[in-house]
């Protein structure tokens, strides 16, 4: 089963809003990133966050966790036409040699 | 290579026949993944390699499909006497297995389409 779960799961906006995904868990976690698909090929890394972290920017990207509600929050500023992808949640669960899980993902569409 | 390495991009196959796909780690990476994506779906997990320990092969959807990785390096998923549920992407990735940091690496996919 899914450990990751995003909402919402498609997200459409315009050039130059910002645009927030969530993400909820279920178990407690090592740490936990988020990953972007385009055209359904392979996944790239965008930006990791420890269970000892708050919050994380990276350029436009701002990635938050709480883990008291087990939620995780990405936020692309200024978005662009070009951040048009699926964007995916995934967690490492606590313990050596785990696995990574991932969420279902969301699709972000930018209007020009 | 400088990247996780996939082939074949593309495979057509009749329903029933059985099927192989590769892939090639980053090198000196330890820690190697199967997913499975359906169209428009989330990361389906396969099977998970990790140095010499057992893999974890808990999410292989049957005993038509296993995997091997020989050496610790390439990984071979396959598929037999495939049915048409098995179209999908198969994604490769492998990492650098951290206790700290588990950043995996994706190769672009198999397309496997059963007809």
């Known amino acids: 089963s899914q450990q990751g779960e995003e909402d919402p799961q498609a997200l459409s906006i315009q050039e130059g809003e910002n645009a927030t995904m969530n993400c909820s868990y279920k178990t407690s976690i090592n740490n936990l990133q988020w990953y972007r698909q385009n055209s359904g090929r392979g996944l790239v890394h965008l930006i990791l966050?420890?269970?000892?972290?708050r919050e994380k920017h990276s350029g436009r990207l701002r990635v938050t966790l709480d883990t008291s509600k087990k939620s995780s929050s990405l936020l692309i500023t200024a978005s662009r036409a070009a951040d048009t992808a699926s964007y995916f949640c995934a967690t490492d669960a606590y313990g050596a040699n785990s696995k990574l899980t991932f969420g279902k993902g969301i699709t972000l569409s930018v209007r020009p | 290579g400088a990247g996780v390495s996939q082939s074949p991009s593309n495979k057509v196959t009749e329903k029933g026949k059985d099927v192989e796909l590769r892939c090639d780690p980053i090198s000196g990476h330890t820690a190697l993944y199967w997913y499975r994506q359906s169209l428009g779906q989330g990361l389906e997990f396969l099977i998970y390699f990790q140095g010499n320990s057992a893999p974890d092969k808990s999410g292989l959807p049957s005993d038509r499909f296993s995997a091997e990785r020989t050496g610790g390096s390439v990984s071979t998923l396959t598929i037999q006497r495939t049915q048409q549920e098995d179209s999908a992407v198969y994604l490769c990735?492998?990492?650098?297995?951290?206790?700290?940091?588990?950043?995996?690496?994706f190769g672009e996919g198999s397309w496997l389409t059963v007809v």
């Open positions: 966050i420890r269970s000892n972290e």
């Open positions: 990735a492998s990492s650098f297995q951290s206790s700290l940091a588990n950043t995996i690496y």
